[in-house]
C-alpha cells in the first residue's frame, strides 16, 4: 500500500470511519469489519492483515481495542 489506511476515531456509538487515500472504505462496528473492506477495495491478503502493523494503519482515537468513547 502506498498510504496508510486511517481508522478515525470512534463516534458517539463507537463506529469507526475507515479511509484510504481520502476515500471512504466504509464504516467499522467492530475491528472484522476492516478486513471486508480493504477485501471490497480490492487489497489482497486482506483477510490476514495485521489490524496492529503501523505500516498499513494510521489508528486515530485509539488502536483496534477502541471502539467506543467514554462519556464527557
Known sequence: MEQRVVVH?????GWRR?????RTLGTAYQPS???VFLTAAGYEGAEDVDLT???VFEWRGGG?????QSPP
Open 9 to 13: 476515531p470512534p463516534d458517539e456509538r
Open 64 to 68: 483496534p481495542e477502541t471502539w467506543a
Open 18 to 22: 475507515v479511509t484510504y487515500g481520502g
Open 53 to 55: 502493523d503501523e505500516v
Open 33 to 35: 469489519d476492516i478486513p
